[in-house]
């Protein structure tokens, strides 16, 4: 029997912790938090994120389960939020198309992986409810303004959350299918963890 304590969303939880800490305890976060960063750097970082998903959520639109309820992922595609920061920011659409392109990005092959990298992308949600009203307070934007990306689903984030969780604990795998699930997950948080040179080495 399948408890919320030994379910594959719990079991990916414990497995990629570390990798999860060491990206929440980059520097970006760290000035975020301790010090006084600039709108630069925070320009910077949200064009590191739209690197790494457009090469990463156009995989998505081939898992036809993904896109239908309950997880209607065409719902759940942050480029838009992060086009929307990025122009309020002054980046306009022809630096967007000339930004760099993440490379070594996590491939998707089959619905197990893709549930493996999508448990990390919506998991960010979570987290980054604390980063939006951090980034709106630091940088004084305006309302619904140059945060969207970290404010994703605002309020529904955590249901947003759950109902992929219950998705993805309940999609049918054998053991080999919930390693590849794991696997992905652990490789999309080593691919951004690169991308953003965030090494677990240093």
């Known amino acids: 029997m399948t408890t919320e304590t030994n379910s594959l969303a719990a079991r990916i939880k414990q ?4 990798l ?5 305890q980059n520097m970006f976060v760290k000035d975020l938090f301790s010090s006084e960063p600039t709108k ?25 389960e993904l896109a239908a309820e309950p997880v209607n992922f065409p719902e759940r595609v942050k480029l838009p939020l992060l086009e929307n920061d990025l122009n309020y920011l002054g980046v306009d659409q022809d630096a967007l198309t000339q930004a760099p392109r993440c490379e070594a990005y996590p491939e998707l092959n089959n619905i197990y992986e893709a549930l493996g990298c999508l448990y990390v992308l919506e998991g960010s949600t979570m987290g980054g409810q ?7 307070t630091v940088f004084d934007f305006e309302e619904d303004k140059g945060n969207l990306f970290f404010k994703a689903y605002g309020k529904d984030s955590k249901r947003m959350w759950e109902i992929f969780k219950n998705f993805l604990n309940e999609y049918p795998m054998n053991d080999v299918q ?25």
Not at 130 to 136: A, N, Y
């Open 15 to 18: 497995s990629t912790q570390p």
């Open 20 to 24: 999860h800490d060491k990206i929440e």
């Open 40 to 64: 630069e750097s925070y320009k910077n970082w949200l064009l590191k994120f739209y690197g790494f998903y457009i090469p990463v959520e156009a995989q998505f639109n081939h898992f036809a």
């Open 130 to 136: 604390i980063m939006s009203r951090k980034v709106k």
């Open 178 to 202: 919930q390693q590849q699930t794991l696997d992905s997950a652990t490789h999309t948080f080593k691919s951004l963890m690169e991308w953003f040179k965030l090494s677990s080495k240093n």
